[in-house]
């Protein structure tokens, strides 16, 4: 996983509510066995005409205005199924953060495990953010992940994280390594608790 | 500080291996339940690290989200869908997985199928990567959906890295109305709560109308706790569960059986158990539901007017489904009804639909497919001669899988139409690009088919 310390870029304004991983990614676009190439179907049905697969020009990705790192969405981000190719295609597209007042739990979760960071605000700063960043596309953001601090134009907002996550983050670390590392405490955990391996005692 | 325990707290805490410092807790997994679509870049990442699966004899794979519902006997068509089914196989074989893939007596969509073979047992940890994972809790089990990261970690170490979410109560006491389903209540307490509000918690169901309710009601409940973004959803197991479990293929036996029920019937939440937010719904409050828009918060009773706009989303939700405030939903123009998915394709949900179909014909504008959850309950259709009625009617029988739930198969709505459908998710082009979904129940799905509208219901009591 790649590591994230510090973030400054210029963000990308996406401000429906309630976009769920049906709309990050469709469904027909999970039929791949690798974790590669999803960014080319990211917003894949906001993004190209359904008939056409022209790129729709009403659409914040195909706008030459917009660019960045930082994904600015609206409330309750990441809604719906559990895929993580979700988060896999933000990660491919460039994104190495996403701001909304509110992210769905399993996206925060399989983001996190991408390296792809949710930055949750108030919403009052994700309107004024929001707001910012629509009217001038080179608004410069920064996001310190040591701090927990995100900001623009002097406007500074804390957000949470996990100081395990924290770590993983800075560190590139993930969860497959901690958790191999248990194996003896749950090797014991099993013995008093799985009818099964109660046996092997 | 009270000792009292929530039956999240308690099954919860029988899974703690550890506690990480100042982080989240080592939490061990029971069973965990894959298929062909989020598991194979888990076992790459397996196999790239040089691990082996850890405990493959908790694991249990299906193939059920992109499998045609047509000739299931042929080679699957589709390249990209046969590369994922043929991976999951090779998978499977290589790790010592038992695998009931297509043409196995127990394959099917992989939530119906670990509960009718006694799986899915009351204060198990249960986890998919499927965020419909959710609807083991109907037995009293701590059951979540996860990504494919975490799919890896569970092959690797049987645990995963969690932190313990907050809990909250849905309690729903009263009499129900007529022809009010399990899946009517889901959608009527989703369309109070919202689409977030359960995001963070672990949502237990509690009061009459769950406890008087079939494992099937239970688990279609359960089903859609995601729905308002809860991770996991649970019903304290009595009686009726014991009932359900007891015999199943996997169910435990003999002494075994004996011990655990002692077990289970300790599993619910204490009396004076503290929840960290709590809803309360009167049942007689709940008609018939459906969903008018591109969330399956935006629901409403079948015999009311088609909202106006709260905001930019909602009208954005309105355009996309080519309705205005104030149509009433019988003159929505329905084609399409689906009945199936991992909510509704149990048998009780047949049961219901042809009871209401028998000696009646489907409209003639409408396409009504059936699509049975699993083998099991395909066998019981036929057994039960529901196939005769369904048939008659001119519905047509499909082969068990997710199919147009999420139309990953060729199980798609066209552009533009309107489909009543029994499924979960009624989000942009869910069943295809352009497709309009309106959820309901089995019983609605049924009745729009056959009187090719969706239908005024009259005597309430």
């Avoid at chain 2, 894959?34 to 004899?57: D, K, M, Y």
């Avoid at chain 2, 170490?157 to 399990?182: I, Y």
């Avoid at chain 2, 977030?196 to 099937?216: H, L, P």
């Avoid at chain 2, 395909?378 to 139309?407: M, W």
Wanted: hydrophobic share 35%; with cysteine.
């Amino acid at each position: 996983m790649q590591k994230l310390v510090l973030i400054k870029s210029q963000a990308v304004p996406l401000p429906s509510e309630n976009i769920d991983t049906d709309q990050i990614i469709p469904a027909r676009f999970l039929k791949s066995i690798s974790k590669e190439g999803f960014g080319e179907n990211l917003f894949r049905d906001w993004r190209y005409n359904v008939h056409t697969n022209e790129p729709n020009p009403d659409f914040v990705l195909n706008n030459s205005k917009y660019s960045g790192e930082i994904l600015v969405a609206g409330n309750n981000f990441g809604c719906g199924s559990s895929r993580e190719h979700a988060a896999w295609s933000l990660t491919d597209y460039g994104f190495k953060v996403v701001v909304s007042s509110y992210f769905a739990d399993i996206f925060k979760g399989n983001a996190l495990n991408n390296g792809l960071l949710p930055v949750k605000v108030s919403e009052d700063y994700l309107k004024d953010l929001m707001e910012t960043i629509t009217q001038n596309p080179s608004t410069q953001i920064t996001v310190d992940i040591e701090k927990q601090r995100i900001s623009f134009n002097d406007k500074t907002e804390s957000f949470e994280l996990d100081s395990y996550k924290k770590i993983c983050l800075i560190n590139g670390y993930d969860d497959i390594d901690f958790l191999t590392s248990k194996k003896e405490a749950i090797q014991k955990f099993e013995q008093k608790t799985q009818r099964v391996y109660e046996q092997e005692l | 500080m009270s000792q009292s325990k929530t039956l999240f707290d308690k099954v919860w805490d029988a899974h703690v291996v550890e506690t990480v410092p100042d982080g989240p807790q080592v939490i061990y997994i029971d069973k965990h339940l894959i298929h062909e679509v989020t598991s194979p870049q888990a076992f790459a990442e397996l196999e790239a690290r040089g691990l082996e699966v850890f405990r493959p004899n908790q694991i249990l794979a299906t193939a059920d989200h992109n499998v045609p519902t047509l000739g299931q006997e042929l080679p699957i068509r589709d390249e990209l869908s046969r590369t994922q089914v043929q991976q999951l196989t090779e998978n499977c074989e290589k790790n010592n997985i038992e695998l009931y893939g297509l043409g196995h007596q127990y394959q099917g969509i992989v939530h119906i199928i670990a509960p009718e073979l006694g799986i899915t047992q009351p204060g198990m940890s249960i986890v998919c990567g499927d965020s419909h994972t959710s609807t083991h809790g109907a037995f009293g089990a701590i059951a979540f959906g996860i990504g494919t990261s975490q799919v890896a970690q569970v092959f690797a170490s049987q645990c995963l890295l969690m932190n313990k979410p907050k809990s909250m109560r849905v309690s729903v006491n009263g009499k129900l109305n007529k022809d009010v389903q399990p899946k009517d209540v889901i959608l009527y307490i989703i369309s109070k709560v919202g689409t977030d509000s359960g995001t963070g918690y672990f949502c237990e169901y509690a009061g009459n109308v769950f406890e008087e309710m079939s494992m099937e009601g239970r688990m279609t409940v359960c089903n859609m706790s995601i729905e308002m973004g809860a991770r996991g959803g649970m019903i304290a197991p009595d009686e009726t569960t014991f009932e359900y479990v007891k015999d199943k293929t996997f169910a435990p036996k003999g002494e075994e059986w004996t011990e655990k029920i002692e077990y289970w019937k300790t599993l619910k939440s204490d009396s004076d158990a503290i929840f960290d937010k709590e809803f309360e719904f009167s049942a007689e409050d709940i008609r018939p539901m459906i969903t008018y828009g591109t969330n399956p918060g935006m629901g409403i009773s079948i015999d009311s007017k088609i909202p106006t706009a709260q905001n930019e989303s909602e009208e954005k939700a309105l355009k996309y489904m080519g309705l205005n405030a104030g149509q009433s939903t019988s003159d929505i123009k329905v084609n399409y009804v689906f009945i199936g998915s991992c909510t509704n394709a149990r048998i009780e949900d047949f049961r219901s639909a042809a009871t209401y179909v028998k000696g009646k014909q489907k409209a003639e504008n409408i396409v009504a497919w059936l699509v049975p959850g699993s083998q099991k309950v395909a066998k019981q259709i036929y057994e039960e001669g529901l196939d005769k009625v369904f048939n008659d009617a001119g519905f047509q029988i499909r082969q068990p899988g997710c199919s147009a739930c999420l139309a990953m198969n060729d199980d798609k709505i066209p552009e533009g139409e309107y489909c009543v459908s029994t499924s979960n998710r009624n989000f942009e082009g869910r069943q295809g690009q352009g497709a309009r979904t309106l959820l309901a129940s089995p019983l609605t799905a049924a009745k729009v088919a056959v009187e090719g509208r969706i239908p005024a219901f009259e005597n309430l009591n």
